[in-house]
């Protein structure tokens, strides 16, 4: 499955850790979103795993984070060797500002607005914000991200970050409208 560059540092141990991690969630029903490996190298690491229900039916709750957390810890031993030591585990819902990751989560969020962040400046810029227009196997399409109406391509290998970017305003606007 096509994704993006991400973090190349722990990409190996990211991989390795999402081919154990996405069978199990994905058996009990939920997507693995994004696993993130963070923490000093002199304390302890921190694996952070963003779960959600699969697209379209809702979002996940903490109930059911906690579930997952259970049958990580009961099936611990895969993972502890890939992760010696002690570890802190992370189990979370991706947030309004979900990660996007893989080809099916640009493929999700078109006409969302997003933030990308670039391995290299393009235009003396690694920090690109616009809406999502379109995506293809093995680039996405962005409006808005040159300050203008124009239409920019990114490929999938030279972006290291990308998240949807919530439009607070208008979400405080909605929730104001169904609260009045």
């Not at 993006?4 to 190996?12: A, E, P, T």
């Not at 500002?97 to 670039?118: A, C, E, K, M, W």
């Not at 914000?129 to 996405?140: F, I, K, P, Y």
């Not at 409006?143 to 919530?166: C, L, T």
Request: glycine share 8%.
């Amino acid at each position: 499955m096509k994704r993006i560059r991400g973090d190349v540092r722990n990409r190996d141990l990211i991989n390795k850790v999402e081919a154990l991690a996405a069978p199990l969630i994905e058996s009990l029903g939920f997507e693995l979103i994004h696993v993130e490996l963070s923490g000093a190298p002199a304390g302890r690491p921190s694996l952070r795993l963003s779960v959600d229900r699969p697209f379209g039916s809702g979002r996940i709750t903490i109930d059911e984070c906690v579930r997952i957390h259970r049958a990580i810890e009961h099936n611990i031993h895969e993972f502890d060797d890939l992760l010696p030591g002690a570890y802190t585990l992370d189990i979370s819902s991706p947030g309004l500002n979900r990660p996007l990751v893989y080809q099916r989560d640009f493929s999700r969020h078109i006409g969302t607005n997003i933030q990308l962040v670039l391995a290299e400046p393009r235009s003396g810029r690694s920090r690109i914000v616009g809406r999502l227009c379109g995506v293809s196997d093995e680039a996405v399409e962005v409006r808005g991200a040159s300050g203008d109406d124009g239409v920019q391509v990114f490929r999938f290998e030279h972006i290291v970050k990308a998240n949807v970017k919530p439009d607070f305003e208008l979400l405080f606007r909605r929730r104001n409208k169904h609260s009045a």
